[in-house]
Nanobody, 118 residues
Framework: VQLQACGGGVVQTGGSLRLSCIFSGGVFSDYGVGWLRQAPGKEREPVASISTTGMHTTYGESVKGRFTISRDNARDTVYLQMDSLKPEDTAVYFC????????????WGKGTLVTVSS
C-alpha cells in the first residue's frame, strides 16, 4: 500500500486549502484513513479520520467545525477540506491508513507542508 499526500501550500489566516491523499496498492474500501499533523517542535497529533465506508468520521478538538474529511472510493482518494485556517494549523500533514481491525495506523504517506501566514 502506498499513500501520497498533496495539496499543501502557503495560505493567509482565514483562508482555505484542500489536501488529497491518493491510495494505491490495495483495496481502498478495506481501509480507514486518517490525517495527522506535526508542527515544528511538537508531537504528531490526529486531525481527522474516516471509516471504510465514509459513514463515520472523527475530528481533533482544535479543528472541529473548520475541517471536513471525506472520501471518494471510486477515485481511491481521501480529502481534507480546511477552512478558516489559523497560524497554529501550520504543520506537516500526513495521511495514514489501516484496515478495520487494526488499532494503529499501518501505512503512512510522506507529508505535505501547510503554512498559514498571519
Amino acid at each position: 500500500v502506498q499513500l501520497q499526500a498533496c495539496g499543501g501550500g502557503v495560505v493567509q489566516t482565514g483562508g482555505s486549502l484542500r489536501l488529497s491523499c491518493i491510495f494505491s496498492g490495495g483495496v481502498f474500501s478495506d481501509y480507514g484513513v486518517g490525517w495527522l499533523r506535526q508542527a515544528p517542535g511538537k508531537e504528531r497529533e490526529p486531525v481527522a479520520s474516516i471509516s471504510t465506508t465514509g459513514m463515520h468520521t472523527t475530528y481533533g478538538e482544535s479543528v472541529k467545525g473548520r475541517f471536513t474529511i471525506s472520501r471518494d472510493n471510486a477515485r481511491d482518494t481521501v480529502y481534507l477540506q480546511m477552512d478558516s485556517l489559523k497560524p497554529e494549523d501550520t504543520a506537516v500533514y500526513f495521511c495514514a491508513a489501516k484496515t478495520r481491525m487494526r488499532v494503529v495506523w499501518e501505512h503512512w504517506g510522506k507529508g505535505t507542508l501547510v503554512t498559514v501566514s498571519s
